[in-house]
């Protein structure tokens, strides 16, 4: 019967509008408000002050601020491992002695690459200079023309400003830009096979090695002299496609 | 029964329950451990009266990590502390081991009865109920049975003169 009335009560309170049962939780806090408050002041001033002991934790903001930090460290921990990888291995490829090996970005497009020109984000704070060899895909693309401290201007051997000395079936010349995405080599005696290697020629202080430039084309006659003829080169890399180059500073400061 | 001794104890626990321990987000339920205890060691009818004052208290506080609303504890603990009392003379509670997992289940069963009439009342029930509902058994299973000695002491009982009977 006790357990009847008792159980009828809890229902009461239960389906009773809770605005009007709240209240009774209301008057147990009015009236223990003062116990109340001093236990919690205990509660959390135990809980702070283990929150200050433990120097390992960081809050939630600052942890994920490091997690970021580590994964763009990780990120450029990569690139570079994989710029040192290609130098690296351009570097057991060619005997280029004590040269100093230059990753660069090449900025997108600032300058219509079919004019023979692109720009760098390396410069004078690299040791970069006039002159320097300029390589992409293991090949030369041509020279830096233009230095400033944070970038340079690389003049592409198809630039019809540009010459560079070659080599082609052992025969030293000096190959002209032709623009187009072509160079040319002007009074040829003979002909060459279509597809023959042009290699830059060494230059003393920026080249130690020749190395390939382009391949033969096509050749036409000279049109001064009937018996001599031009051959036209083109490069052996994409020029549209190219992202990254890397500049043979031969004789670095230290 | 000591009703003077019962009703400050009850007070004490019911402010404790609700300053010190209701910062923690999982804690042992220490209404619901005198409610075991006043069930395994009181008579039947104490055992009833005490259960809903009990279960009143609980309501008045809230429940730990779920606010409710007033007679959903009074309910479920009324319910399952009068099962207790009734089962109590039928099986002996006087190890630790049996207590610890007559506190675990009652804990359990009590709890989801509250947080299930609390739902018909239209109470939104989080996610993670079942979890700190667990937390919360395992807690008091564990913590329980160490409180009864100075419960027992502060209400006068001995609490080995109870056998099977």
Same mark, same amino acid.
């Given at each position: 019967?006790?357990?009847?009335?008792?159980?009828?009560?809890?229902?009461?309170?239960?389906?009773?509008?809770?605005?009007?049962?709240?209240?009774?939780?209301?008057?147990?806090?009015?009236?223990?408000?003062?116990?109340?408050?001093?236990?919690?002041?205990?509660s959390?001033?135990?809980?702070?002050?283990?929150?200050?002991?433990?120097?390992?934790?960081?809050?939630?903001?600052?942890?994920?601020?490091?997690?970021?930090?580590?994964?763009?460290?990780?990120?450029?921990?990569?690139?570079e491992?994989? +710029?040192?990888?290609?130098?690296?291995r351009?570097?057991?490829?060619? &005997?280029?002695?004590?040269?100093?090996?230059?990753?660069?970005?090449?900025? &997108?497009?600032?300058?219509?690459?079919?004019?023979?020109e692109?720009?760098?984000?390396?410069? +004078?704070?690299?040791?970069?200079?006039?002159?320097?060899?300029?390589?992409?895909?293991?090949?030369?693309?041509?020279?830096?023309?233009?230095?400033?401290?944070?970038?340079?201007?690389?003049?592409?051997?198809?630039?019809?400003?540009?010459?560079?000395?070659?080599e082609?079936?052992?025969? +030293?010349?000096?190959?002209?830009?032709?623009?187009?995405?072509?160079?040319?080599? &002007?009074?040829? +005696?003979?002909? &060459?096979?279509i597809?023959?290697?042009?290699?830059?020629?060494?230059?003393?202080?920026?080249?130690?090695?020749?190395?390939?430039?382009?391949?033969?084309?096509?050749?036409?006659?000279?049109?001064?002299?009937?018996?001599?003829?031009?051959?036209?080169?083109?490069?052996?890399?994409?020029?549209?496609?190219?992202?990254?180059?890397?500049?043979?500073?031969?004789?670095?400061?230290? | 029964?000591?009703?003077?001794?019962?009703?400050?104890?009850?007070?004490?626990?019911?402010?404790?329950?609700?300053?010190?321990?209701?910062?923690?987000?999982?804690?042992?339920?220490?209404?619901?451990?005198?409610?075991?205890?006043?069930?395994?060691?009181?008579?039947?009818?104490?055992?009833?009266?005490?259960?809903?004052?009990?279960?009143?208290?609980?309501?008045?506080?809230?429940?730990?990590?779920?606010?409710?609303?007033?007679?959903?504890?009074m309910?479920?603990?009324?319910?399952?502390?009068?099962?207790?009392?009734?089962?109590?003379?039928?099986?002996?509670?006087?190890?630790?081991?049996?207590?610890?997992?007559?506190?675990?289940?009652?804990?359990?069963?009590?709890?989801?009865?509250?947080?299930?009439?609390?739902?018909?009342?239209?109470?939104?029930?989080?996610?993670?109920?079942?979890?700190?509902l667990?937390?919360?058994?395992?807690?008091?299973?564990?913590?329980g049975?160490?409180?009864?000695?100075?419960?027992?002491?502060?209400?006068?009982?001995?609490?080995?003169?109870?056998?099977?009977?």
């Amino acid at each position: 019967m006790l357990f009847t009335w008792l159980m009828l009560a809890g229902f009461i309170l239960l389906i009773a509008p809770s605005g009007w049962t709240n209240s009774f939780q209301f008057a147990f806090l009015r009236i223990f408000d003062w116990p109340l408050s001093i236990g919690e002041n205990i509660s959390l001033s135990v809980r702070a002050r283990r929150r200050v002991q433990n120097t390992d934790v960081v809050s939630r903001k600052q942890y994920r601020e490091l997690l970021n930090y580590c994964a763009n460290v990780e990120a450029s921990l990569r690139q570079e491992r994989q +710029k040192v990888e290609k130098l690296s291995r351009l570097r057991d490829k060619f &005997p280029l002695g004590n040269a100093r090996l230059i990753g660069a970005l090449v900025y &997108p497009a600032p300058i219509d690459r079919s004019h023979g020109e692109v720009i760098i984000d390396k410069g +004078k704070d690299h040791q970069l200079a006039e002159g320097q060899f300029v390589l992409a895909e293991n090949s030369i693309i041509g020279t830096v023309s233009d230095v400033s401290s944070g970038g340079a201007r690389v003049k592409l051997f198809t630039n019809p400003a540009s010459a560079v000395g070659v080599e082609i079936a052992g025969t +030293k010349r000096l190959m002209h830009g032709a623009g187009g995405n072509l160079a040319k080599i &002007p009074m040829m +005696k003979y002909k &060459p096979r279509i597809g023959t290697e042009v290699l830059a020629a060494r230059k003393a202080g920026f080249l130690s090695v020749p190395m390939i430039v382009g391949k033969v084309h096509h050749c036409q006659r000279n049109r001064e002299s009937a018996v001599l003829w031009d051959i036209i080169v083109e490069p052996v890399c994409d020029i549209e496609e190219l992202n990254d180059v890397t500049v043979i500073v031969m004789n670095p400061q230290k | 029964m000591r009703w003077f001794r019962f009703a400050v104890l009850i007070l004490f626990v019911t402010v404790l329950q609700a300053s010190v321990l209701a910062n923690l987000n999982i804690s042992p339920d220490l209404l619901l451990i005198l409610l075991v205890f006043f069930c395994i060691y009181c008579s039947s009818t104490d055992a009833i009266i005490t259960s809903f004052a009990i279960g009143f208290a609980a309501d008045l506080i809230s429940s730990p990590g779920l606010p409710m609303p007033m007679g959903p504890q009074m309910i479920s603990f009324g319910l399952f502390g009068t099962l207790l009392a009734h089962l109590r003379r039928v099986i002996s509670i006087r190890k630790m081991p049996y207590q610890a997992l007559v506190i675990f289940s009652t804990a359990l069963l009590a709890g989801g009865l509250a947080y299930f009439l609390a739902f018909l009342k239209g109470q939104t029930i989080t996610a993670n109920i079942w979890t700190v509902l667990l937390g919360v058994s395992i807690y008091s299973a564990i913590v329980g049975p160490f409180l009864f000695l100075p419960s027992a002491w502060w209400m006068h009982i001995r609490i080995n003169r109870f056998a099977r009977r």
